[in-house]
């Protein structure tokens, strides 16, 4: 078999690639371990940011993102048991971020993939890759390719590829997440982003009528500790607040699942053929929903970069990928970890804890450091990072 563009994974990464390059006339092949079902029903964070939608919009792929999708211009950091706004139109030039779960852009651009005819294959397990020779190899065949795209996530086969050739930087937390998804009305419009006594809590959606909530969690925590009870306990807990105005809904819980949380990144993003993207080439802890925004950030670099090459024979966007994409992989990165390390609970570090208030309470007092939240929650630019 032989493509232009082998392309390992059909998570956000490897089916958007997959979708804009068909769209350029740029043949690709798209291979999947798991399962269509697993793939559509993996739960994931539902944050995407201004850019994001606008590339899914634009490329024909955002009919039931803008049906479904919802749309809020702020979030609100709840602290000391009071929530303080942060206004995302009057702080990031009127942008704004859109609700709307991975699972869901996933289940869309399999749907444009096989309308357009484009090869996708599940339950196709590569076994390894030749990054030198462009040879992609699962069950008992051999995939040809001038490019080869990484996008088979943090457990995969590419980076493993060319393990000894990479640079690791990482960051490991002393915490994880549990998270639900429950049938239970909003509570709130907005996210809600909670530092308490008792750890992190966060509160978010997917629907009118389903609602999304995590809790900080000790790291390798046993879901089944974790009865329904015990959950909607604590999260009541910790999100209360001292007016005792805010009801959190409850609701039949009907997903559970423990999330860890790490930084990582593994430099350089290109070797010889292979591109990697997405999580196969960086990880950032969920705290602020960066995960698949950067990816489609990868993506979007990478796209233009096989254009250019493909169409005009001209590979300079793609010796610039690695470098181009992690100026924003770190400005995510550090985004990523100021969230986490400003609103998590370090277990018996008193001194942290005061520095976290102090810099909740700068965040919502300064115009300067609400910004600096708003414009990175948002989104930066590619251009501008
Ligand atoms: C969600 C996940 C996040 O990590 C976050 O910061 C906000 C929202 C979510 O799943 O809805």
């Known amino acids: 078999m032989e493509t232009q563009v082998g392309i390992v994974g059909a998570g956000p990464a490897g089916l958007l690639l997959a979708h804009l390059l068909q769209r350029a006339g740029i043949e690709s092949v798209v291979l999947e371990a798991r399962t269509r079902e697993y793939v559509e029903h993996r739960v994931r964070a539902g944050v995407l940011e201004h850019g994001t939608v606008e590339v899914l919009k634009e490329t024909g792929v955002g009919e039931r993102l803008e049906r479904e999708g919802m749309l809020h211009h702020g979030v609100e950091l709840r ?74 996530g943090f457990h995969g086969v590419c980076r493993e590829a060319v393990q000894d050739r990479l640079r690791i930087y990482e960051r490991v937390y002393p915490f994880a997440w549990l998270g639900i998804l429950a049938h239970a009305a909003p509570s709130s419009e907005e996210l809600i982003y909670t530092h308490s006594d008792r750890g992190f809590a966060l509160h978010s959606m997917r629907s009118p009528e389903v609602t999304r909530n995590y809790l900080q969690v000790p790291p390798d925590e046993d879901v089944g500790e974790w009865s329904d009870e015990r959950i909607w306990e604590e999260l009541q807990q910790r999100m209360a607040t001292v007016d005792g105005d805010f009801i959190l809904q409850e609701g039949e819980i009907f997903e559970k699942g423990v999330t860890p949380m790490r930084s990582f990144v ?15 080439a960086h990880i950032v802890p969920p705290t602020g929903a960066k995960g698949l925004n950067l990816a489609v950030a990868d993506i979007r670099v990478l ?51 005061k520095l976290q208030r102090s810099q909740l309470e700068y965040v919502v007092r300064s115009h300067a450091a609400a910004t600096t939240l708003a414009e990175n929650y948002v989104g930066l630019d590619l251009e501008d990072v």
């Not at 593994?266 to 196969?280: C, I, T, V």
């Not at 010796?319 to 609970?345: G, I, P």
């Open 266 to 280: 593994a430099e350089p993003l290109r070797h010889g053929k292979l591109f990697l993207a997405g999580d196969a």
């Open 303 to 353: 796209a233009r970069g096989l254009r250019s090459y493909c169409k005009d024979g001209d590979g300079t966007r793609l010796d610039e990928y690695s470098d181009r994409c992690l100026r924003r992989v770190w400005r995510v990165q550090h985004f990523s970890w100021w969230m986490t390390s400003m609103l998590h609970r370090f277990e018996g570090d008193a001194f942290e804890a």
């Open 79 to 152: 602290f000391g048991g009071t929530g303080h706004r942060i206004d995302f139109s009057a702080l990031a030039g009127g942008r704004a971020i859109t609700v709307y779960g991975q699972q869901e852009v996933v289940k869309d651009l399999i749907a444009a993939r096989l309308q357009s005819g484009g090869a996708l294959h599940f339950e196709a397990e590569v076994t390894s890759i030749d990054p030198e020779r462009g040879v992609i190899r699962f069950g008992d065949e051999e995939l040809r390719c001038a490019v080869i795209a990484g996008c088979d």
